[in-house]
């Protein structure tokens, strides 16, 4: 009988896996350029067999007395400088543990970074009545497994394992409220809604204590102010005169600063003005100081009837809401430079394409598409919401290759899940709950697809990195769609199937399957790049929840660097400052292109990679345009050109160092971070959700 179990950190005990410990020994060697083919595997064995002969083969040895029979293996061996690094990397870990342990007042059995377990600490563990963490990372994922598998009718207890593995093993995470509030009294499990304003006191107010109940509840609105009357218009009920869109905008901002989610994180609205509007110029320059409308961002909505005046460099009528008539004129082209130069100063506003976005709507007899959620990933009718979830692309990379059966699995499994947690929501408003009941609109994304570019040898501006994306969005969306039709087989294809663009096809069980979102926070706990963004940095700084600052760095590019035999500490700190390697004549040419950072890609590359997702997505795709600070108005035209040209939904852009509250920052531009912020995701702050 050969020693088959090993006894865990926490008492319990599991198989013996000698393949752990080959890959384990396989790194150390790799790490130093060493080892042949087949030499961790037998290794590996002589550990166990040292390991038997010394304590029997009824024996469970500890987690750490196999570690130092791999040490003792090394070193007998002559191996001693794989064996100091192993000593050494076997430190570092029994840091980050007592890190973890200290930070979550619990053991972490999923081997999360320390910045997720400072995340989950924060944002989404439930406290006891001292604010203490009262369950494990592994109990979350247990409890929403749990109650999101309520929705199951049959074989609950199988789906509920399986929910859980595929979060365990961060294959996948659904959005921060089912992570916060699923299996509770608030129950609440949705990140995205779309509340309609109208035009009247009685309008504007309860869309007011709509949204107080959706922040409340740890959800993001969205609103168009488009059918507000304009400042200054005739208010025939108290001959007054209006005080247009604006002014009601900071009632909103006011309002969601007095709302705490929970005491977890602050609300996040996204406010859209049509362009067609005739406060249109004052909102555009809405934000132009810095501190105004903090809890929003803006999107100008502009039609295909703007952008083909821009072209000829027309004109186009300004409407009054109320009623249709034309009140003015404006120069398009003027109107879009000024668009293009105050996103160029601070960011907003961003830009959403309505027609492009009316012509996706699933379901156009329910209504028209006017507003999105705060990051412009989800179009969504009046009073709608939509869950969202992203599999994280990095642990589909394996030996070099995109494991595309496991893409598959993990893509039926989410459809599922999210499917599931329509029927398990708690929505805070009935009107939400009704409309979402008839589309049952999904959105299951993507994380990680900057790192799974660099497993890939990729560099993400590069045709090879398009035509992944378009592969895999294309992969995204056929699997979403047939597993949606399997469900509706099983359960019936939503209410309003028949009156849908989808009607005379197989029926589905979504109106929509697929968004692909920021995931600022989900990112960070999954330990991978955020939505489909390249790398911000090799190492940087992330500014999170309540002043905390997460020192990042790239797992891959260290491992590379011990492995090509040009690591050292000096680099290291070199990255730490500068956060691109662009410069760096050290570093081989080919590690150079393939590590790419956000601002060593030109910005045509960032808008071409949100066309290549678009083309396979039914809602929108949320991702920033970053612009070096150098960058002039000009160059964010020409985004806006291209962005509308390729297909897009909308675009966002952000110029460095354009706002003081920077979420993510690299050491030498530490000063222009100096105050902190709870988002993640993304630096222009529009990723919260």
Known sequence: MALDRIRKRDGSVTPFEMAKIAAAIGKALATDGLGEPGEPALLAREVHDGLQQRFGADAVPTVEQVQDAVEETLIRRGLTRTAKGYILYRQRR?????????????????KLTVNAALVLRKRYLQRDEHGDPAETPDGLLRRVAHAVAG??????????????????????????????????????????????????????????????????????TGFSFSGLRPA????????????????????????????????????????????????????????HQEGRLDNFNLSVGITDAFMEAVTHDRTYPL???????????????????????????SGDPGVLFLDTMERANPTPTLGRLEATNPCGEQPLLPWESCNLGSINLRNMVRHGQL?????????????????????????????????????????LG??????????????????????LADEIGALLLSESRRASAALAAERGAFPAFGDSVHAGGPPLRNATTTSIAPTGSISIIAGCSSGIEPLFALSYVRNVIEGSRLVEANPTFERLARQRGFWSEALMHEVARHGSIHHMASIPDDVRRVFVTAHDIAP???VRMQAAFQRHCDNAVSKTINFPKSATPEQVERAYRLAYDSGCKGITVYRDGSKSRQVLTVESRRSEST???????????RCNV
């Open 151 to 220: 929705a199951e009718t049959e074989g609950r207890a199988g789906r509920e394992e399986t929910f859980y593995r595929a979060m365990a093993s961060l294959d996948f995470l659904p959005n921060s409220p089912t992570l916060m509030n699923a299996g509770t009294e608030m129950g609440q499990l949705s990140a995205c809604f779309v509340l309609p304003v109208g035009d009247s006191i009685t309008g504007i107010f309860d869309a007011l204590k709509c949204m107080a109940m959706v922040h409340q509840s740890g959800g993001g």
């Open 446 to 467: 993507l994380m990680g697809f900057a790192d799974a570019l660099t497993l890939l040898g990729l560099p993400y501006n590069s045709e090879q990195a398009l035509a």
């Open 675 to 685: 105050l902190p912020s709870d988002l993640g995701g993304c630096p222009t702050g």
């Open 94 to 110: 029994a840091e980050i543990r007592s890190t973890k342990q200290l930070l979550l007042g619990v053991q972490d059995h999923l």
């Open 319 to 345: 409407r009054n809401p109320r009623g249709g008539a034309e009140v003015g004129t404006l120069r398009a082209v003027d109107v879009f430079k000024q668009i293009a130069a105050q996103a160029w100063n």
């Open 232 to 287: 200054g218009d005739l208010v025939r009920s108290t001959m007054g005169v209006a005080s247009g869109p604006l002014s009601f905008m900071r009632v909103f901002d006011v309002t969601t600063d007095v709302i705490k989610q929970g005491g977890r994180r602050r609300g996040a609205n996204m406010g859209i003005l049509r362009c067609d509007h005739p406060d249109i110029l004052d909102f555009i320059h809405a934000k």
């Open 403 to 443: 494991d595309r059966d496991h893409l598959v699995r993990t893509i039926r499994l989410g459809v599922r899940f999210l499917d599931d947690v329509i029927e398990v929501n708690r929505y805070p408003l009935e009107q939400t709950a009704t409309i979402t009941r008839t589309n049952r609109k999904i959105g």
């Open 604 to 606: 045509e590359w960032h």
